[in-house]
C-alpha cells in the first residue's frame, strides 16, 4: 500500500477526497490503494456489500464473519467466490459462545423476517426507533476475539476492517487491539442512543480509537471511518 494514504505527515492529501453520502466499495479502492487487500468484513449478513467488495476489488482476500444462521443461508446462496471465507461466528472482546438476540418481524420488508439487527447486546431504544423489528428470540452462537482468530490464522497486515456489529462495538475494538495496530483502516457503525443495552456513543468511540492511534477520517450520520496513524 502507498503510505500516503494513511501516514500522518500526509493526511492532508486526502482533505478533497470524496466521501459522498455514505462509503461504498469503490471509495474503498481508492482509499485502499491496493490491488489485492486484506479485508475483514464483521458483521456480514447476507453478502450484500460482500458482493460489492469483490466487484470493485476481485483479487482482494475477504474474511466474513457472521453469527445469524438465516443470514448464513442467504450469504452462502449469494456469495461464491474463492477470496471470500466465511466464519460463521460472532466477534466480540472474548472467545468462546454467546447468546445472541436474533431480530425478527417487518415481514412486509423482508417474507423470512427481519435478520439485519441481530446482535450480542440486547436492544434498548431500537425497540422504540423501529417498532415493526422484533427480538424475540435467543440462540447460542460461537464467539471469536479477533486478536485471538488472526494470531491462529497468521493475519498480518490488514488493509481495512468495515464493521456492523449492532452496538457490538466496543465488544469488537477491545478484542482486536493487537488486530488493528496492523490495520489501516477502520469502518463502523455507531449510534448515540444507545439502541443496545451499552452500546457506546460517538465520543467515547472515537477515544478509544484514538488511545490505539487512530484518527477520524470521516463521519457520517452513524457511521465513521478512521485511519491509522502509526
Not at 491462529?152 to 464493521?163: L, M, P, R
Amino acid at each position: 500500500m502507498n503510505n500516503s494514504t494513511y501516514a500522518p505527515n500526509s493526511a492532508p492529501l486526502l482533505q478533497d477526497f470524496d466521501f459522498g453520502e455514505d462509503l461504498t466499495a469503490l471509495h474503498m479502492y481508492h482509499l485502499i490503494g491496493k490491488h489485492s487487500p486484506m479485508i475483514l468484513e464483521i458483521g456480514a449478513n447476507c453478502g450484500q456489500s460482500t458482493v460489492t467488495f469483490m466487484e470493485q476489488m476481485p483479487n482482494a482476500t475477504v474474511h466474513c464473519f457472521e453469527p445469524d444462521p438465516r443470514a448464513i443461508g442467504k450469504f452462502k446462496a449469494m456469495v461464491q467466490h474463492p477470496n471470500v471465507h466465511l466464519i460463521e461466528a460472532a466477534v466480540g472482546a472474548n472467545s468462546g459462545y454467546v447468546m445472541f438476540n436474533q431480530s425478527s418481524g417487518a415481514e412486509h420488508i423482508d417474507p423470512a423476517g427481519w435478520d439485519h439487527s441481530g446482535s450480542i447486546r440486547k436492544p434498548k431504544t431500537h425497540l422504540q426507533a423501529f417498532p415493526g423489528v422484533k427480538f424475540e428470540k435467543q440462540i447460542p452462537v460461537p464467539l471469536i476475539r479477533l486478536d485471538d482468530w488472526t494470531q491462529e490464522h497468521q493475519i498480518g497486515e490488514v488493509d481495512f476492517i468495515w464493521a456492523d456489529v449492532q452496538g457490538a462495538e466496543s465488544d469488537l475494538i477491545l478484542g482486536a487491539q493487537e488486530t488493528l495496530r496492523r490495520t489501516h483502516y477502520f469502518y463502523t457503525e455507531f449510534n448515540d442512543d444507545e439502541q443496545y443495552e451499552g452500546q457506546i456513543n460517538f465520543e467515547t468511540l472515537n477515544a478509544l480509537m484514538m488511545s490505539l492511534g487512530f484518527g477520524l477520517l470521516h463521519k457520517y450520520p452513524n457511521d465513521a471511518i478512521f485511519v491509522n496513524l502509526k
